[in-house]
């Protein structure tokens, strides 16, 4: 079945560790992204990619970054977690070539760090 | 800086009452308004308006886009228990197809 595919569905982490969460598609969208969803905050965007090869960064960068090394995989990274990076996190990509286009979503990663 | 900001905030219904959610934006460069549903994980997409005063509908939900005074409705009419969600308003605008989202409305129907 098309779709995005996030891993793990859920992980705890203690504060300082580092932690890759995955996520890949396979609707060949060039354009992905990477949010995270708070209670009263909404969803806010991270980074963004709009093809393979190049990265961008959102409303809310500091502490991930991403690569984008082919078209199917947009990796975030947390270098080093903190408590505030707890939240669920969403990937998202969308077919920005063809006009006006919606966002497909992730099932998400919810994330705690102690 | 985009802006798009959604009311209420939460809503509490009964079984068969029709609600309106509401979406404000204040962007640059506009290209389309998009309505989302959450339930328990994803956002599944609902509607993408483009154009003003054009309805889009999908058996009780109906959208519309009001360029011109810069919002946009989702009706759902004879609500059902299954319509409990957190509804998403995101916006699409500028050069770079910058998507903003608004913060969700929680909405709760009780039987």
């Known amino acids: 079945i098309a779709g995005i595919t996030q891993a793990p569905t859920s992980q705890i982490l203690a504060a300082g560790r580092r932690m890759t969460l995955r996520c890949t598609q396979d609707m060949r969208h060039n354009a992905m992204y990477w949010y995270r969803q708070d209670l009263g905050l909404g969803l806010r965007l991270i980074h963004y990619?709009?093809?393979?090869?190049?990265?961008g960064k959102g409303e809310v960068p500091d502490g991930y970054s991403v690569s984008r090394a082919n078209t199917d995989d947009f990796p975030l990274t947390l270098a080093s977690a903190v408590p505030s990076q707890t939240s669920v996190y969403f990937c998202?990509?969308?077919?920005?070539?063809?006009?006006?286009?919606?966002?497909?979503f992730g099932n998400g990663t919810r994330l705690t760090v102690t | 800086e985009d802006k798009v900001v959604q009311s209420p905030l939460s809503l509490v219904v009964h079984e068969g009452d029709t609600v309106t959610l509401n979406c404000s934006y204040e962007?640059?460069?506009?290209?389309?308004l998009l309505w989302y549903k959450q339930e328990k994980k994803a956002p599944t997409f609902l509607f993408m308006l483009t154009s003003s005063g054009i309805e889009k509908k999908s058996g009780r939900l109906s959208s519309i886009l009001d360029k011109k005074e810069l919002f946009s409705i989702l009706n759902i009419t004879a609500t059902q228990t299954g319509d409990s969600a957190i509804y998403l308003c995101?916006?699409?605008?500028?050069?770079?197809?910058?998507?903003?989202f608004g913060k969700g409305i929680t909405l709760s129907v009780r039987p």
């Open positions: 995101a916006v699409e605008a500028g050069a770079n197809s910058k998507l903003t």
């Open positions: 998202a990509s969308r077919d920005t070539d063809r006009g006006n286009s919606p966002l497909h």
């Open positions: 962007v640059t460069n506009f290209r389309s």
């Open positions: 990619s709009n093809t393979a090869g190049t990265t």
